[in-house]
């Protein structure tokens, strides 16, 4: 049962009051009646001494009306019995006097056969007092005793008083407890129960989570100190709750602020908490070993876990729309107080991006090598070919068809027009052959390039074009980007030998375009060229190889594994971008962005000169005898008077004779000992308004000497192999100049 505080404390009060008011009742009337019986002690011993007094006389004399003398006091109102015996214990008179057969106490019988004092014994009856009789025959003559008075005193008032007492103390006990209770229920209320109920409320609410009001310190005494002490524990606790409130803001949002992903797991590996970074890049995944990219890692990640092993790696895993992340991996687990393994955590850096960086760079690198090593290459190629196609054409213009050198001259031309073809794409490579830059409408490219595809592909090939209206223009080197589009096409023709669809779409995308965005690339406006096709596809491991120099899955002498590598350098020279999207078995794609231009270009391509012939006098600095003696052979018949330097010295000291009549000087700007921007400079310090037309089998744009000397005042450049046109009309622009 439970009792509340008021209650026991009653109970507990009204026990002490009533034991003290029997304890005090019982010491009250003890010695109450201690004292009566005393009085009546005093008074029964004197009456029966007084009634021996009046007996003895009727008993020396026999005289029965013995009490006669002392009716006064059988008349007294307490005396309920008064007797006289002989000395025998004969009864001789008695009041009343149906009391006459009534024996004495046989006390008082036993008590008198030894002794003559008065006896007083407390019976039933009530105070039975006994008194000897004397009688003294001579005054010398011992008394002797001849009789006994007996007086019996009622106690019945004596009992009655003490009743009456009890009742009055039990009375009186009864309202005392009554007010005490009262009284001290009011206390305790007051001092005790208020304060504590209003403790009792503020720890409850505590328990809650809720701030308790500050106590009132109602008194002074101990409840008083304990709601104080309450006071300040709960600022105590508010102050160390609002700290950890602070605290564990920051932390959240430190966890959920940071560059790493960084999760928590049970001891299955199930995911109970991830910050806001591995939410963007995981989504809402439910275990970890789901985040591995292939069922093998996940078994060997599952594996861990029940090991319990702290865990370092990098991992392929799967982002929230199925792309393949690469991360670095870092998990720990937690013991529980017994040792066992009560969860993991951990943290992942996203390395996609640093890796793509990394392959990227390396394949920047590589072409970067192979580059240097096509250019040297190229540049001996082309002034080897620059003299077999410039003699091949002066054979043909000097022979007509049906001659015996017609024929043999008309193949060597084909063959060296194709090594300069080849030429150009190892210039492509090397990233050194001139690119003729101007504002381009790329649905006009495709168009030009479709009308080549539909006539070369297979039939079983059907060639679809979804080309977008009024896409912006953008920059580019037309026959480069047809060569992208050719590239693509014969790469997609190939990967569908049993024929397919190939569809070239062409788009602009924005800023805010996803496929942009997931290439990570600047901002801005692009130009979408989309290649697929419904062919074998390319698989993970190929695709990261494909655009290395090179790299070719076709048999010997089918690829040269240069198309990708020549396609990637072209985009990347136009400030673009290229990516794929492959799935073996279903197709390819392969979707290049190319910045917008703002400015719309306005150049005009200058015109073709129908008159090549020209006059004056042309100075030829070049360490190729073959080239020197070809332009002399091509030029003369062109109205020039031609004139030959082997070196730069040799140059620059016919130039210093012949100043005044020297109309161009067409130097080579690779020569052994001195080179093209030293020549340049010397001519310059003999006369500053030197004409000179810069020749080389690097490009302008490869070649920063070119461009440089093209700053400083040379008038025009040209690449090597040149025909007789193209040198001829170079020639006649320098001189109009
Ligand atoms: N559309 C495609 N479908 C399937 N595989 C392709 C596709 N495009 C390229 N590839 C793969 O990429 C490899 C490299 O292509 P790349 O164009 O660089 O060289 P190639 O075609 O082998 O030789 P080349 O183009 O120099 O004649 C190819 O060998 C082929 O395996
Ligand atoms: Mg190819």
């Known amino acids: 049962m439970r009792l509340s505080l008021k209650t026991k404390v009653a109970v507990f009060i009204t026990l002490i009051i009533v034991a003290i008011s029997i304890i005090s009742t019982f010491l009250f009337t003890t010695a109450h009646s201690r004292s009566k019986e005393k009085g009546r002690v005093v008074r029964g011993t004197a009456l029966s001494y007084a009634l021996s007094n009046a007996a003895e006389e009727g008993l020396i004399y026999e005289n029965l009306d013995l009490l006669k003398k002392a009716s006064y006091i059988i008349k007294a109102p307490d005396v309920t019995v008064a007797q006289v015996y002989s000395n025998i214990w004969e009864a001789l008179d008695s009041y009343p006097l149906d009391k006459l057969k009534e024996p004495p106490h046989p006390a008082a019988v036993a008590h008198f056969k030894n002794s003559s004092e008065p006896l007083y014994v407390k019976s039933r009856d009530g105070y039975d007092f006994y008194s000897p009789v004397f009688f003294r025959a001579s005054e010398d003559a011992a008394p002797a005793i001849i009789g006994f008075g007996r007086i019996i005193l009622s106690s019945?008032?004596?009992?009655?008083?003490?009743?009456?007492?009890?009742?009055?103390?039990?009375?009186?006990?009864?309202?005392?407890?009554?007010?005490?209770?009262?009284?001290?229920?009011?206390?305790?209320?007051?001092?005790?129960?208020?304060?504590?109920?209003?403790?009792?409320?503020?720890?409850?609410?505590?328990?809650?989570?809720?701030?308790?009001?500050?106590?009132?310190?109602?008194?002074?005494?101990?409840?008083?100190?304990?709601?104080?002490?309450?006071?300040?524990?709960?600022?105590?606790?508010?102050?160390?709750?609002?700290?950890?409130?602070?605290s564990e803001k920051r932390i959240k949002s430190l966890f959920d602020r940071v560059e790493h992903a960084i999760f928590g797991l049970d001891k299955d590996g199930n995911i109970i908490e991830v910050n806001d970074k591995f939410k963007e890049l995981f989504g809402s995944a439910k275990t970890f070993c789901s985040l591995m990219m292939s069922a093998k890692k996940g078994n060997e990640c599952l594996l861990r876990f029940v090991k319990g092993k702290v865990v370092h790696a990098e991992e392929n895993l799967m982002g929230k729309h199925g792309e393949e992340l690469t991360a670095l991996l870092s998990i720990y687990p937690e013991f529980d107080d017994k040792g066992n393994i009560d969860g993991f955590d951990g943290y992942l850096i996203d390395i996609t991006e640093k890796k793509r960086m990394e392959e990227r760079l390396i394949r920047a690198q590589k072409m970067e090598a192979?580059?240097?090593?096509?250019?040297?290459?190229?540049?001996?190629?082309?002034?080897l070919l620059t003299a077999i196609l410039g003699y091949a054409e002066i054979i043909l213009s000097m022979t007509k068809e049906g001659d015996p050198f017609h024929k043999p001259a008309t193949i060597i031309h084909d063959a060296a027009k194709r090594g300069a073809d080849f030429g150009k794409k190892i210039l492509l490579i090397s990233r050194k052959e001139k690119m003729e830059i101007k504002s381009i409408?790329?649905?006009?490219?495709?168009?030009?390039?479709?009308?080549?595809?539909?006539?070369?592909?297979?039939?079983?090939?059907?060639?679809i074009a979804n080309l977008k209206e009024g896409i912006p223009h953008t920059k580019a080197d037309a026959s480069q980007l047809q060569q992208v589009i050719i590239n693509l096409a014969v790469n997609a023709r190939d990967a569908m030998p049993d024929g397919g669809k190939l569809l070239i779409e062409t788009s602009s995308v924005g800023l805010e375009n996803g496929a942009a965005s997931n290439m990570r690339m600047d901002k801005g406006s692009f130009i979408k060229l989309s290649v697929s096709d419904t062919g074998t596809g390319i698989d993970r491991l190929t695709q990261r190889k494909i655009f290395d120099p090179f790299f070719t899955t076709k048999e010997v002498g089918k690829g040269t594994g240069l198309g990708l590598y020549i396609v990637h350098s072209i985009i990347s020279n136009h400030g673009g971008y290229i990516n794929l999207y492959s799935e073996p078995l279903k197709g390819t794609q392969f979707n290049i962005y190319l910045p917008v231009t703002k400015d719309t270009?306005?150049?005009?391509?200058?015109?073709?000169?129908?008159?090549?012939?020209?006059?004056?006098?042309?100075?030829?600095?070049?360490?190729?005898?073959?080239?020197?003696?070809?332009?002399?052979?091509?030029?003369?018949?062109?109205?020039?008077?031609?004139?030959?330097?082997?070196?730069?010295?040799?140059?620059?000291?016919?130039?210093?004779?012949?100043?005044?009549?020297?109309?161009?000087?067409?130097?080579?700007?690779?020569?052994?000992?001195?080179?093209?921007?030293?020549?340049?400079?010397?001519?310059?310090?003999?006369?500053?308004?030197?004409?000179?037309?810069?020749?080389?089998?690097?490009?302008?744009n490869g070649f920063a000497g070119i461009d440089k000397l093209l700053k400083r005042g040379a008038i025009a450049s040209i690449q090597k192999p040149f025909s007789r046109h193209a040198i001829a009309s170079a020639i006649k622009k320098a001189l109009s100049e």
């Not at 192979?370 to 002034?383: E, K, Q, R, S, W």
């Not at 006009?444 to 479709?450: A, C, E, G, M, Y």
């Open 156 to 246: 019945a008032d004596i009992d009655k008083e003490i009743k009456e007492i009890i009742a009055m103390n039990i009375m009186a006990s009864a309202v005392i407890t009554l007010f005490a209770i009262i009284a001290i229920n009011m206390l305790i209320g007051r001092l005790v129960i208020k304060p504590v109920l209003s403790l009792h409320r503020a720890a409850a609410q505590f328990k809650d989570g809720i701030m308790p009001d500050i106590l009132p310190q109602l008194h002074i005494d101990e409840i008083g100190e304990l709601s104080l002490e309450f006071n300040r524990m709960s600022h105590a606790i508010k102050d160390r709750s609002d700290k950890l409130i602070e």
């Open 370 to 383: 192979v580059g240097t090593l096509a250019g040297g290459m190229a540049h001996d190629f082309n002034n």
């Open 441 to 463: 409408d790329i649905n006009d490219i495709v168009k030009n390039s479709l009308e080549l595809l539909q006539r070369s592909m297979p039939k079983n090939i059907e060639v």
């Open 601 to 700: 270009d306005t150049e005009e391509e200058p015109g073709d000169t129908q008159d090549i012939r020209g006059s004056g006098m042309l100075l030829v600095i070049d360490d190729e005898a073959d080239v020197r003696e070809l332009c002399r052979d091509m030029l003369e018949p062109l109205g020039y008077t031609v004139l030959l330097a082997e070196s730069g010295h040799a140059g620059i000291n016919i130039f210093r004779q012949m100043q005044d009549k020297i109309s161009l000087v067409i130097m080579d700007m690779i020569m052994p000992k001195m080179g093209g921007a030293e020549v340049f400079q010397a001519l310059k310090t003999i006369k500053a308004d030197v004409k000179v037309l810069l020749c080389s089998g690097y490009s302008q």
